[in-house]
């Protein structure tokens, strides 16, 4: 974890609820598209054109989202999380990345085209 990732998530309200919701799936189908969906914009998350993955690791949005309703205010995490079976990583690696994400994240996307093979 960054110093700029420390410093971010020590700067969060302690008396907020804090929801983290991340994306994981196979490399190159669209989960840092579909995180930058989220956000409403077409930019955000680093993503790419080509078979070479963007995304290296676990990335966290930077700026919370603040979710208000009339009881409470929330707020809302992002992780993105680099692809599944790439030819960069071994299955070693994808799974402590996919491990670490699901026990990071409250609400979870598992983003896959076509059915789930393995």
């Known amino acids: 974890m960054t110093a700029e990732a420390m410093g971010f998530l020590a700067s969060l309200p302690r008396d907020k609820q804090i929801k983290v919701v991340a ?3 196979p490399y190159r189908t669209g989960k840092s ?3 930058n969906r989220y956000l409403g914009r077409m930019e955000g998350f680093e993503i790419g054109a080509t078979v070479e993955s963007c ?10 989202i603040i979710d208000s309703n009339e009881e409470d205010e929330n707020i809302t995490l992002l992780i993105d999380t680099e692809g599944l079976h790439s030819s960069e990583r071994t299955t070693d690696v994808d799974l402590k ?10 609400s979870f996307v598992y983003n896959q085209m076509g059915p789930i093979n393995e």
């Open 97 to 106: 990345i996919f491990a670490l994400t699901i026990l990071l994240c409250s």
């Open 55 to 64: 995304t290296k690791g676990i990335w966290m949005w930077n700026q919370p």
């Open 23 to 25: 994306v994981a799936g």
């Open 33 to 35: 598209f579909l995180m």
